[in-house]
T-cell receptor, first 113, second 114 residues
Framework: GENVEQHPSTLSVQEGDSAVIKCTYSDSASNYFPWYKQELGKRPQLIIDIRSNVGEKKDQRIAVTLNKTAKHFSLHITETQPEDSAVYFCAAPRASGTYKYIFGTGTRLKVLA | DTEVTQTPKHLVMGMTNKKSLKCEQHMGHRAMYWYKQKAKKPPELMFVYSYEKLSINESVPSRFSPECPNSSLLNLHLHALQPEDSALYLC?????????????FGPGTRLTVL
């Protein structure tokens, strides 16, 4: 069945440290993997995404890696800042049948100043 | 305009009321979505419209009735809701319904059912 597992559910790091969040998906045909950041009371906003034809993508302090063989992808945030504190959701669109996003359960990241 | 807008921001309604949520985008997207999000949970898909036609209904109770009057607008009509329907209702859009399209989310309507 369709499933996206996300770990950890909560993560606290000291300002300046790195944070890593991992997601595992089940649909081997999935070909697009976005990461959304949702601050309290705000909308989910795309922060980075990766397509299945590449293994890594970086945008300043944020990077995403994809391991298609193992069916997992990870979000890496370096030099964390207090404004990085939010809930992060991964998604792995179901690529067979009717297309829809399957969201992970979310990771609450707290960056401690 | 690169945003999805939603009105109202907040809505409080009784179980016998009829109300509507509205969503609008002017990015030329032909796929629009309604999600429901409970506190500390991921968005949960309710409906998908593709080229103004309903393409996915995730077994949503009939007290929620979607409508897509044109390619820029998406409504969600609410009738006889239950307190457990209280949640953040998010609208989203994408270029088309596809497995590799970014979805742009609106700010949501926070609904409270008394």
């Amino acid at each position: 069945g369709e499933n996206v597992e996300q770990h950890p559910s909560t993560l606290s790091v000291q300002e300046g440290d790195s944070a890593v969040i991992k997601c595992t998906y089940s649909d081997s045909a999935s070909n697009y993997f976005p990461w959304y950041k949702q601050e309290l009371g705000k909308r989910p906003q795309l922060i980075i995404d990766i397509r299945s034809n590449v293994g890594e993508k970086k945008d300043q302090r944020i990077a995403v890696t994809l391991n298609k063989t193992a069916k997992h992808f990870s979000l890496h945030i370096t030099e964390t800042q207090p404004e990085d504190s939010a809930v992060y959701f991964c998604a792995a669109p179901r690529a067979s049948g009717t297309y829809k996003y399957i969201f992970g359960t979310g990771t609450r990241l707290k960056v401690l100043a | 305009d690169t945003e999805v807008t939603q009105t109202p921001k907040h809505l409080v309604m009784g179980m016998t009321n009829k109300k509507s949520l509205k969503c609008e985008q002017h990015m030329g997207h032909r796929a629009m979505y309604w999600y429901k999000q409970k506190a500390k949970k991921p968005p949960e898909l309710m409906f998908v419209y593709s080229y103004e036609k309903l393409s996915i209904n995730e077994s949503v109770p009939s007290r929620f009735s979607p409508e897509c009057p044109n390619s820029s607008l998406l409504n969600l009509h609410l009738h006889a809701l239950q307190p457990e329907d209280s949640a953040l209702y998010l609208c989203a859009s994408s270029h088309r319904v596809s497995s590799d399209n970014e979805q742009f989310f609106g700010p949501g309507t926070r609904l409270t059912v008394l």
